[in-house]
């Protein structure tokens, strides 16, 4: 598994892919919280926080993670590859978690840049260092785990198809869903006591939570649970592409 995952993390990192997705997440980042004039401006807050940069980083992802993670399966099944991989002395679950694994440290290498942003803020507070150092952490914590668990999303559509393109498109669907989608259903108030229940299975409760600087178990648990259910997902499709 460690070989797999070294050279999944190697053809990320030796292709263009990997660094358009750095590149780009870190352009978009620096232009809307250092650049534009908008609501998403750390320069232009009230306070000393990085509350913009958690709002956003987000909706960024829902485009960028299902682009680096279109190809993990897709792309072996178009060019057959995968038939090679089901002969290795590896488990299939393993193959899956390599993949996973490598999509979340590329995930880590893009966000690590960022803390300038945290460093900016700590020094240009009045007076210096009164931001929350405690919330800050815990919302890059929210951050790595809500993106990881867009990764395991991406692998699922990925594995499901051998189009990148359909990947793409049912990726990014799925991760709004989960991420946005549910809770906009359940504020319409459409299904009375059940709104409640759908806005609990989308992320954005969870992940707002641990932005506060509240760090609950059952926020992990429903984080680690979501990425087990795809994950889970995934390696029952490509056990039925072995029969």
Same mark, same amino acid.
């Given at each position: ?10 053809s ?6 990997g660094? +358009? ?6 352009i978009?980042s620096g ?5 534009i ?7 232009e807050?009230?306070?000393? #926080? ?10 960024i ?11 993990s399966?897709?792309e072996?099944? !178009? ?11 590896i ?19 893009a966000?690590?840049?960022t803390?300038?942003?945290y ?5 240009l ?5 009164i931001?929350? #150092? ?7 914590? *929210? ?12 692998i699922?559509a990925?594995?499901?198809?051998s ?7 049912l ?5 709004w ?7 906009? +259903?359940g504020?319409f108030?459409?299904? *009375? ?8 299975? *989308? ?8 932005? !506060? ?5 059952? #926020? ?7 990425i ?16």
């Open positions: 598994m460690k070989a797999l995952y070294l050279k999944e993390v190697r990320f990192l030796s292709s263009i892919i660094y +358009i997705f750095i590149l780009i997440y870190l978009a232009l809307f919280h250092w650049i004039s908008y609501n998403t401006n750390l320069l807050g009230t306070e000393a #926080d990085l509350i913009p940069f958690f709002n956003l980083s987000p909706v992802f829902l485009i960028l993670i299902p682009a680096i993670t279109m190809r399966i897709a072996e099944r !178009r060019t057959g590859t995968i038939e090679l991989l089901f002969t290795r002395p488990s299939d679950l393993k193959i899956l978690l390599a993949k996973y694994f490598a999509g979340v440290t590329l995930l880590i290498i966000i690590v840049p803390l300038i942003y460093i900016s803020m700590y020094q507070g009045n007076p210096v260092g931001i929350d #150092d405690g919330a800050t952490l815990t919302s890059y914590f *929210g951050l790595i785990l809500l993106g990881s668990t867009f990764v395991a999303i991406g699922f990925s594995s499901i198809t189009s990148q393109i359909v990947a793409f498109i990726g990014m669907f799925l991760c869903i989960f991420y946005d989608g549910l809770s906009l +259903i504020s108030n459409l299904m *009375g006591s059940f709104d409640s229940v759908i806005q609990y299975i *989308g992320m954005t409760n969870h992940y707002d939570s641990i932005k !506060r600087g509240v760090l609950d178990l059952s #926020d992990i648990v429903y984080f680690l649970s979501v087990t259910l795809f994950m889970y997902a995934a390696l029952t499709v490509i056990k039925t592409l072995k029969k």
